[in-house]
């Protein structure tokens, strides 16, 4: 089946480095969405992208969808400790009602 | 608005019992889904319902059932609990079918020894 992978599973970086997840598929995802689940907590919705090449930013976050529509990324500059936490990415099927998450990536953010 | 709702927020059972999850919503969604969360694996969808009055297998429904008593509320069951379902399982509600954002609940903590 449909698989979303995402690197790395882990992620550790000194306050105000740098942090960038990836998001691959072996197929061409129709869109591809971003949540953020806190330590102990549930999924949040931060964005969705549906165009090729398609770039959106948050403030320090900085969401792409690959040109082949075929991976993603999620770059965060100059992490800070509120952005600890695990990073998904997903993808829902237009017009079908079953979303693929990715295995997520684990963020800690050291002071 | 307290969005969705999950109830109990955590629960412990013996191998053979059995027990509902409690889902609410009050967002006006048609959709509503069960996920499961194990370490390493996201999350994996095991039921979903569309609209009241339907729903349909995920990608783990195995040992799971599921009723959608109204549009507000979607209820998972395990009959005969496992170890093997020991997780963390969350519901969610969207407006509709993909590429919707969708809107979790708080979770319940499940162990099954």
């Known amino acids: 089946g449909q698989q979303v992978m995402q690197i790395p599973q882990y992620q550790h970086v000194q306050e105000g480095e740098d942090f960038t997840t990836y998001c691959n598929s072996s197929?061409?995802?129709?869109?591809i969405q971003w949540y953020k689940q806190r330590p102990g907590g549930h999924p949040v919705f931060l964005i969705q992208?549906?165009?090729?090449?398609e770039v959106k930013k948050q403030k320090r976050l900085t969401f792409q969808f690959g040109e082949a529509k075929k991976n993603s990324s999620l770059h965060i500059t100059a992490t800070q400790t509120t952005d600890v936490g695990t990073y998904f990415c997903?993808?829902?099927?237009?017009?079908?009602?079953?979303?693929?998450f990715g295995t997520g990536t684990r963020l800690k953010v050291l002071a | 608005n307290a969005g969705v709702t999950q109830t109990p927020k955590f629960q412990v059972l013996k191998t053979g019992q059995s027990m509902t999850l409690q889902c609410a919503q009050d967002?006006?969604?048609?959709?509503m889904y069960w996920y499961r969360q194990d370490p390493g694996m996201g999350l994996r969808l095991i039921y979903y319902?569309?609209?009241?009055?339907?729903?349909d297998k995920g990608e783990v429904p195995n040992g799971y059932n599921v009723s959608r008593l109204n549009k507000r509320e979607f209820s998972l069951r395990l009959e005969s609990a496992a170890p093997s379902q020991t997780s963390v399982y969350f519901c969610?509600?969207?407006?509709?079918?993909?590429?919707?954002?969708?809107?979790f609940g708080p979770g319940t903590r499940l162990t099954v020894t």
């Open positions: 969610a509600s969207g407006i509709g079918p993909g590429p919707y954002e969708q809107y």
């Open positions: 197929t061409t995802l129709s869109n």
């Open positions: 992208l549906v165009k090729s090449g």
């Open positions: 997903a993808e829902g099927s237009s017009g079908t009602y079953k979303y693929i």
């Open positions: 967002m006006n969604h048609n959709s």
């Open positions: 319902s569309a609209s009241e009055g339907t729903t």
